[in-house]
């Protein structure tokens, strides 16, 4: 196979898309990729859109190499690998000029465009060379593209091998069996092939001390570094899989040494809200008790929202968020929940929320949760989404968290209580809006109060005294709004510009090639304020005012963040314009860039 380009070779800044079916196998194939270009030094990201079936239905899976490190999703497809019948005609269309498809010679589209670069080969064929098992051919036939893009793309052989041997490790059989259908591609695009595209992967050193990690493995393994000793759940996408990990790591690390018992429960309830139910109960009980959802989940919630809320009692909820309303598109990634979490319930409520943009904030996030619930005591929302949450990140590795010491905030002990004259469960002793709690098992005979959700005084005593009432919900307000300097602060990069971007969330990917995009393009400089946290605070005022203006960048339909702001910081809201992505696929900065220049052209 000799390499035959029309023009200047393209060098670790392209994208393979992988278009198969759900259920065929293929994940195992397209992580084994990326696990190889990754083991080459190569900045890399995975994404994989996916059906909401279990099988049958059209799947792509998108790895991009990028050597500026741009991890955000890229609108145009660069090389294609056509698997799907359903889909052929489609993907072979979708992929730019100047691009390449590589395709299952059955499938007929050798010839289907003349401004790219056209590969067949015969998949199933190849992989019965492997193995005469008609079953297991199937899934060979996905790691035969993994071994022919190897060679079309000069991927290191011995970085492939190494991610076989990752993704199957302990399986001898199934890693020699994967290994030999690597080969076959290999030996195949040797054999066969004519290079003609001018993508190539060469090494790098850009990946030294970085992981790979999906969004909810990292909370999970946050949730147990931050002391989580409860967790209740109903399963629902895409936030499943961060409970099934957070169980794996507590059984692993969880276990009493001595006794073999676990020192963790870990309840499956009837539906979310009874999850949430639990985990109420449980941190009034003193435990650090969370629960995982995602958007359908989060609005049945909301009646003990409100409870733990006014009652003052400790919770975690983790959002994954996705396409809503309703059951909308259970696996299309969305940032459509932000304005619900913050104000769930009914009533005047208003809560802690805390929004990730990668997986190191996930990890970090997830144990400081816990501190601000309990030094709140109140529930606090973590809103990751579900590209965040279940596609795969690479990171700087989690630095362990010796500096994130457990806060459990105003705990009276017995020995507290005894020198104390009387304890009023809701008085604000300090100004701050935090009472002083107790914790069942304290012993003490004036630690006891009754925990209600009904009108209350400073005492916890049943009423219904309007002065009581607005002291109360005065106090609660001054409480959450006092936690803005405690949450993470919003993280900004300034050059002097007039105008700013706004966002929050997974979007952030796409904001630092849209602004290297904007100045390169357009001349255009930007100022940018990633807000990693509500309620907000004055750096987030001052910013607004600051700029002529600020474009807030979301993936939802109605601008709910752009809402927030106008909401809190009404004096600004005529700087603040809309750029808005819901098609629940993940933005890219090709849309942002564009969209920036369409308003500042009609300024």
Not at 153 to 181: M, Y
């Given at each position: 196979?000799?390499?035959?380009?029309?023009?200047?070779?393209?060098?670790?800044?392209?994208?393979?898309?992988?278009?198969?079916?759900?259920?065929?196998?293929?994940?195992?194939?397209?992580?084994?990729?990326?696990?190889?270009?990754?083991?080459?030094?190569?900045?890399?990201?995975?994404?994989?859109?996916?059906?909401?079936?279990?099988?049958?239905?059209?799947?792509?899976?998108?790895?991009?190499?990028?050597?500026?490190?741009?991890?955000?999703?890229?609108?145009?497809?660069?090389?294609?690998?056509?698997?799907?019948?359903?889909?052929?005609?489609?993907?072979?269309?979708?992929?730019?000029?100047?691009?390449?498809?590589?395709?299952?010679?059955?499938?007929?589209?050798?010839?289907?465009?003349?401004?790219?670069?056209?590969?067949?080969?015969?998949?199933?064929?190849?992989?019965?060379?492997?193995?005469?098992?008609?079953?297991?051919?199937?899934?060979?036939?996905?790691?035969?593209?993994?071994?022919?893009?190897?060679?079309?793309?000069?991927?290191?052989?011995?970085?492939?091998?190494?991610?076989?041997?990752?993704?199957?490790?302990?399986?001898?059989?199934?890693?020699?069996?994967?290994?030999?259908?690597?080969?076959?591609?290999?030996?195949?695009?040797?054999?066969?092939?004519?290079?003609?595209?001018?993508?190539?992967?060469?090494?790098?050193?850009?990946?030294?001390?970085?992981?790979?990690?999906?969004?909810?493995?990292?909370?999970?393994?946050?949730?147990?570094?931050?002391?989580?000793?409860?967790?209740?759940?109903?399963?629902?996408?895409?936030?499943?899989?961060?409970?099934?990990?957070?169980?794996?790591?507590?059984?692993?690390?969880?276990?009493?040494?001595?006794?073999?018992?676990?020192?963790?429960?870990?309840?499956?309830?009837?539906?979310?809200?009874?999850?949430?139910?639990?985990?109420?109960?449980?941190?009034?009980?003193g435990a650090r008790a969370m629960t995982s959802t995602s958007g359908p989940g989060l609005s049945l919630m909301s009646e003990f929202a409100g409870l733990a809320y006014f009652a003052e009692i400790p919770a975690v909820v983790w959002d994954i968020q996705r396409v809503g309303p309703s059951t909308g598109l259970p696996t299309r990634t969305s940032q459509g929940d932000i304005l619900s979490a913050f104000y769930l319930s009914h009533g005047d409520t208003k809560h802690i929320v805390l929004i990730p943009s990668t997986v190191e904030e996930c990890f970090i996030f997830a144990q400081e949760a816990f501190n601000l619930a309990e030094k709140y005591q109140t529930i606090v929302f973590c809103m990751s989404d579900l590209d965040l949450g279940m596609n795969n990140w690479v990171s700087n590795e989690f630095k362990y968290p010796d500096d994130i010491p457990i806060d459990r905030g105003k705990v009276l002990s017995r020995e507290d209580l005894e020198k104390l004259q009387k304890f009023s469960r809701y008085l604000d002793i300090d100004g701050d809006g935090i009472p002083f709690r107790t914790i069942p098992g304290n012993g003490h005979p004036a630690a006891p109060y009754f925990t209600r959700g009904s009108g209350h005084d400073i005492a916890a005593e049943y009423s219904e005294s309007p002065e009581a009432y607005t002291a109360l919900m005065h106090r609660l307000n001054r409480k959450i709004t006092g936690a803005a300097d405690s949450i993470p602060q919003p993280v900004i990069c300034e050059r002097g510009s007039s105008v700013g971007i706004i966002a929050y969330g997974s979007t952030d990917h796409a904001i630092g090639e849209c602004r290297d995009k904007l100045r390169r393009m357009y001349g255009l400089e930007t100022d940018y304020i990633r807000i990693r946290g509500l309620p907000l605070n004055g750096t987030v005022a001052s910013f607004l005012h600051h700029h002529d203006r600020n474009y807030v960048v979301e993936q939802n339909r109605d601008g709910q963040m752009r809402m927030i702001l106008a909401a809190e910081f009404p004096e600004a809201a005529d700087r603040l314009y809309p750029v808005l992505h819901c098609t629940g696929i993940p933005i890219d900065a090709g849309f942002i860039t564009n969209e920036i220049i369409r308003l500042q052209r009609h300024e």
């Open positions: 196979m000799d390499a035959n380009p029309d023009g200047d070779l393209i060098v670790n800044d392209f994208n393979i898309q992988i278009a198969t079916v759900n259920g065929s196998g293929s994940q195992s194939a397209n992580m084994v990729l990326m696990r190889s270009i990754f083991q080459m030094g190569i900045p890399v990201s995975g994404k994989n859109l996916f059906p909401s079936n279990i099988a049958g239905l059209p799947t792509w899976f998108t790895i991009r190499a990028s050597k500026d490190g741009y991890t955000a999703r890229k609108a145009e497809i660069d090389f294609m690998v056509a698997l799907n019948p359903q889909t052929a005609r489609q993907d072979a269309a979708s992929v730019r000029p100047g691009g390449a498809l590589l395709a299952d010679e059955a499938l007929g589209l050798k010839g289907v465009r003349s401004d790219i670069s056209c590969y067949e080969a015969p998949f199933m064929k190849l992989a019965a060379e492997v193995t005469s098992d008609s079953r297991i051919r199937k899934l060979l036939a996905n790691m035969v593209y993994v071994g022919i893009l190897g060679r079309l793309l000069s991927i290191d052989p011995r970085e492939i091998e190494k991610g076989v041997e990752k993704q199957f490790r302990s399986k001898s059989k199934v890693v020699e069996l994967n290994l030999r259908a690597v080969k076959t591609g290999y030996g195949y695009a040797s054999d066969r092939l004519v290079k003609a595209d001018n993508f190539v992967l060469r090494p790098m050193d850009k990946t030294r001390g970085k992981i790979i990690i999906d969004g909810n493995g990292a909370a999970a393994l946050g949730a147990v570094f931050g002391g989580c000793t409860v967790v209740t759940w109903y399963p629902i996408t895409p936030s499943t899989s961060l409970v099934e990990q957070l169980i794996d790591y507590m059984r692993s690390y969880r276990i009493d040494p001595a006794t073999g018992k676990a020192t963790f429960a870990v309840v499956q309830a009837e539906d979310e809200l009874a999850a949430l139910g639990m985990v109420v109960g449980a941190g009034w009980a």
